[in-house]
């Protein structure tokens, strides 16, 4: 099982939306709510991230998923 960066979603979940934030080979990926694409930084993601997990923003939610790629790492 690969257990790296790129194995990984992130999921911030809100009242009506969720965003999602991946690791592909060019770095870091934001899926918005309407399906656009951004790339953005680790920093950015933390900057997102940080918030919901310490409970300064109400209703917002993160969830984690891992992504098998059956690749046999």
Do not use: C
Not at 4 to 16: A, C, G, Q, R
Not at 17 to 41: M, V
């Amino acid at each position: 099982m690969k257990l790296t960066n790129d194995s990984y979603v992130i999921l911030i979940h809100t009242k009506s939306a969720t965003e999602r934030y991946y690791r592909d080979k060019k770095g870091w990926l934001k899926i918005s709510t309407r399906g656009r694409k951004f790339r953005a930084t680790a920093e950015q993601v933390l900057n997102h991230l940080l918030p919901a997990l310490a409970g300064i923003k109400p209703n917002v939610t993160v969830t984690v998923e891992h992504r098998d790629f059956g690749r046999g790492d």
